[in-house]
């Protein structure tokens, strides 16, 4: 059974820092992987999706990479803002579900 | 640009009594997902549903629980006898393809049990 492992669970940091967000799963027959990001109280906003065939996928500030056999992501965000404050999450994708991880709530202070 | 919608955005039920959650699909689109998110918890994959039959279903998915596509444009989820630990966020997702496709997600409903 696939399980997915975000770490940290918050961070907090000031306006201005990069930071990265991390993911890994048990299992690395995966289709793809997702960022999302999530409002409290609100639905998921699709931040990136890497196809389990490529390296890394770039948006705006936002840059994630996959390692498939070592079963690891990373959300790398440039430039932080107090506007990117949230919780982000991963999924992976099998044939028809994705599987999620708890997420990384971001607090990013002016 | 299109997007997935749902309906109610918030549900209120008496324990025992019958939901049934509402999503639009993006039109063109082929595959359709329902997922939760008790609070605090991780979003849980439900069932996912193509050519007016589930693909796949989770343990979560049990007799309590089933889903239609009634007309050419909504896609259902019914909780038949709701109990207490139902009370969550339900999303809706949608696809035009499984596996490598990109999973576009509804706003959610939040489910409320009392």
């Known amino acids: 059974k696939q399980e997915v492992t975000q770490i940290p669970a918050a961070l907090s940091v000031p306006e201005g820092e990069n930071l990265v967000l991390n993911c890994s799963f048990t299992d690395s027959a995966i289709y793809n992987l997702q960022w999302f990001r999530q409002d409290p109280g609100k639905g998921l906003t699709s931040l990136l999706l890497i196809q389990s065939s490529q390296r890394e996928q770039t948006s705006g500030r936002l840059n994630a990479s996959l390692d498939k056999s070592s079963g690891r992501s990373t959300l790398y965000i440039a430039a932080s803002q107090p506007g990117d404050s949230a919780t982000y999450l991963c999924?992976?994708?099998?044939?028809?579900?994705?599987?999620f991880g708890k997420g990384t709530m971001l607090l990013v202070s002016p | 640009e299109p997007e997935v919608t749902q309906t109610p955005s918030h549900q209120v039920t008496q324990m025992g009594q019958e939901v049934i959650l509402r999503c639009v699909p993006i039109?063109?689109?082929?595959?359709f997902y329902w997922y939760r998110q008790i609070l605090g918890q991780k979003v849980e994959f439900l069932v996912s549903f193509y050519n007016n039959e589930i693909s796949e279903k989770s343990e979560i998915f049990d007799d309590q629980f089933s889903v239609e596509r009634p007309d050419g444009s909504n896609f259902t989820l019914k909780i038949r006898s709701t109990k207490l630990e139902d009370s969550a966020m339900y999303f809706c997702?949608?696809?035009?393809?499984?596996?490598?496709?990109?999973?576009?997600f509804g706003p959610g409903t939040r489910l409320t049990v009392t």
């Open positions: 997702a949608s696809n035009q393809r499984e596996s490598s496709y990109e999973q576009y």
């Open positions: 039109s063109n689109h082929l595959y």
């Open positions: 999924a992976v994708a099998g044939y028809s579900t994705l599987t």
